[in-house]
C-alpha cells in the first residue's frame, strides 16, 4: 500500500477536504501549496507536513517529492472565467511548470502521478453525452491550459510511473476552504445572504459534483490497481443541470432550511459565460466502481449549515471565498 501522498493545492478548496481525509486513513500528508488563500483551512496533525512554495520552483518541488510515493495535482489558478486576470499568469501556473513537475516527479522516484484537469475542457457541445472521447473546445485560459498538460502527462507514463488524469465536474459544497464563485455555491450563498437569485443565462448545462465525493474519487485513485488507470482519462461528475434548474434546486432546499423566509425570487440575465456540457462519467463508475454518495442538495444543506454556524462570514465581500478577486489584489505575478 502506497503511504507517502504529496497534493500540490492541498490547502485549497478540494484540498482540504482530502487532506483530511487521508489523514484519517493513515495516510502521510505532505501539502506543497503556495498559500495564496491561506493555510486556515489546514488541519494541525502528526502525519502532515505543510510546505509553503510555488510550483513554478521546480528544484524546490523535486527535493518535496523525495520520498514520496504518490503525487496528486490540484495546483493550479482554478476560476474558469478569468479572462481579467493575466493571461502569463495563468499560463506559467496552469501550463509552464506542469511537465517540469511531471519529470521531477518521475526522477525523485515517484510511482503515481493523478492529474486534476477539468471537464471545462469540452467548453460547448451539444451532444447529449461528452464521453472522454469527445474533442477538448477550450473556451478559456484556464480550460485551455488545462487540456494541454493531458497529453504532456502521458509521454512520461511507463510501468515504474503510473500516470492517470481525472476530469472533474464544477465541484459545490463546504469545505474548510469554501469557494463562492462556482455555480451551486454562488446560487446558495445568493438565496441565503441576499434573498434572491440572480442567474446569469440558465439554459447552460453545468455537470455538478460534491467536494467530498471529489475528494473520495481522489483517494480510490491512491488505492486502485495500476493496471485499471494507467494511461487513462476519467469524467467524473454526478448530476448534470441547467443553471436555471439548479437555481430552481437551491431555492427548494434554501426555502426549507430557512423556514423564515417566505419567498427567494429568482432573476435571469444575460451573460458571456457560454460554457455547457453534459458529460457522461459512466466510464470511472464501470472501470473504478466509483459513484458519488451525494447530490446538489445535500451540497446546498451542507453550505446552509455552514452559513447558520457562522462558518462563512462576509459572504459577498470577503474575496477569500473568490479566486481572481483574491488573485488580482495579490497582484500574483
Known sequence: MFKNVLITGGAGYVGCVLTRQLLGADYDVTVYDAMYFGRDGLPEHSNLRVIEGDIRDTPKLKNAFEGMDIVLNLACISNDPSFDLDENLSKSINFDCFEPMVVAAKQ??????????????????????????????PLTYYNKFKGLCEPLLFKHQSPEFTCVTV????????????????????LTNHAVNNNKITVFGGSQLRPSLHVNDMADLYKLLLEVPNEKIAGQTFNSGYENHSIAEIAGMVRKVVLEEFPKKTD????????????????NSDKIARVLGFKPKRNIEDAVRDLCKAFKDGQLPNSFTDDRYYNVKTMKNLDAK
Open 264 to 279: 427567494i425570487p429568482i432573476e435571469t440575465v444575460p451573460t458571456d459565460d457560454l460554457r455547457s456540457y453534459h458529460i
Open 167 to 186: 476530469r472533474p465536474a464544477t465541484v459545490c459544497g463546504y469545505s474548510p476552504r469554501t469557494r463562492l464563485d462556482l455555480s451551486v455555491n454562488i
Open 108 to 137: 525523485a522516484g515517484v510511482k503515481r502521478f493523478i492529474y486534476a484537469s477539468t471537464s471545462s475542457v469540452y467548453g460547448v457541445s451539444s451532444a447529449p453525452d461528452v464521453t472522454e472521447e469527445h474533442p477538448l473546445v
